[in-house]
């Protein structure tokens, strides 16, 4: 009965807020599991909007029995993202453009397939294709072997399948749409953080928000990092393309990144033998704790902007990749607790963060496909407003050396 239930359509009534129905795709404790599934606005009786959600199963390759959730909104954004990976968003389309890249990486790797130790601790690379992976919680960065273990590059997260996955559509307008998963990093003797993710999307928008409440469920103190790698290529990444940001400061990650700090706010086109370059910011936000992050295209009528809390995500990094197409074509805008330096470094410079036993914290980013130039200029202003008078600190020495 209990199974049943789970797979059944639920009406719920939330303190202070509209009815909604509630479809569990996943469900680990009751052993439950949708598989092949679809809802419409037209199948919920709503006039005004026009939307589909859907669960597929994948075959074939590295990909056999990965999952994908896809959101179409008519007039507004196709949203991809996979249970199987860490609640991870593949890809965003719309309005004639797009956040995400094309990687090398061509399937939605199932994390079976994946060996994170494998290639000195750099598998997380096997299936990285994403728009946004959550690189946490248990820890994050570049991958460092201390403590007698590995600690592989960007933690678990990414490569851990949602234990419950639930689609939630609020009865009346705007039709809010809510997609939740449960991310468990939970160890004998070590860990115990789990991770509810929620994305909100209202059909017809051009943004979407997430909302992640992170929770120590041992009964000890343990240490969380978290990097939002958010990640762009074409349209919006081309040659003379430019990222915005205010900031306080801002430094290379290593000496390679130095020579990129004279040319940090613009983009080159796809570059054959480009090395990564990374910089570290130090993000200023308004009287509210917002900031705001954005990457456009040479023209000034594309781009995709990030808000974030400082109080919560309090650095952020940029993470410039223009290699050769295929190579993978991309840039990364990262807000974060920690930089990627290996977290024995974010320990020293005293950067990695605490929850205590029971405790949570959260995390709320809201991301915008923008279109069209008043789009732009509107982000741009915005910028401007919170840089003010404050002139940015171009800093040529890196914060620490791996």
């Given amino acids: ?161 949602a234990s419950q996955v639930e689609v939630e559509v609020a009865d009346t307008a705007p039709y809010e749409i809510h997609i939740r998963g449960l991310i468990k990093e939970s160890t004998f003797k070590k860990a115990d953080l789990q991770t509810m993710t929620e994305l909100r999307y209202v059909p017809g928008s051009n943004s979407f928000s997430l909302h992640d409440v992170l929770t120590n469920h041992a009964d000890y103190p343990h240490d969380y990092q978290i990097i939002y790698h958010s990640n762009f290529g074409a349209p919006i990444l081309e040659n003379g393309a ?24 613009t983009f080159a086109g796809p570059t054959k033998g480009f090395d990564e370059m990374v910089f570290n910011i130090r993000p200023l936000s308004d009287q509210n704790h917002q900031s705001l992050a954005a990457v456009v295209n040479k023209e000034g009528d594309q781009g995709a902007s990030i808000q974030f809390d400082t109080r919560q995500l309090p650095v952020l990094t940029l993470w410039k990749n223009t290699d050769t197409v295929k190579q993978g074509y991309v840039t990364g805008i990262e807000p974060g607790t920690s930089y990627a330096y290996p977290v024995t470094i974010e320990r020293e410079q005293k950067r990695v963060k605490q929850l205590q036993s029971g405790a949570s914290t959260q995390f709320d980013l809201t991301y915008t496909l923008l279109h069209g130039k008043e789009q732009v200029a509107d982000v741009e202003k915005k910028i401007a407003a919170i840089q003010g008078e404050t002139k940015i600190d171009e800093n040529a020495v890196p914060i620490a050396k791996e």
């Fill in 1 to 161: 009965m209990k199974t049943k239930l789970a797979l059944t359509v639920l009406a719920v009534m939330i303190s202070g807020h509209a009815a909604a129905k509630t479809w569990v795709l996943t469900s680990a404790e009751v052993g439950a599991e949708k598989g092949n599934w679809k809802i419409s606005s037209t199948e919920l009786k709503v006039k005004d909007k026009t939307f589909s959600i859907e669960q597929k199963v994948l075959h074939g390759g590295k990909q056999e029995g990965s999952k994908v959730i896809v959101i179409s909104s008519k007039d507004g954004l196709t949203i991809t993202l996979s249970p199987t990976r860490g609640m991870n968003l593949l890809r965003v389309e719309g309005f004639g453009s797009k956040m995400g890249w094309d990687s090398p990486v061509k399937e939605v790797v199932n994390p079976a397939f994946i060996n994170l130790e494998s290639r000195n601790g750099v598998g997380w690379l096997e299936g990285f294709n994403e728009m946004i992976v959550r690189c946490g919680y248990e820890w994050t960065g570049h991958p460092v072997t201390a403590d007698g273990q590995i600690y592989t590059l960007h933690g678990k997260a990414g490569n851990t399948p």
């Fill in 242 to 265: 430019r990222f915005l940001a205010p900031m306080a400061s801002i430094s290379p990650f290593n000496d390679y990144a130095k020579d990129g700090l004279k040319t940090w706010q």
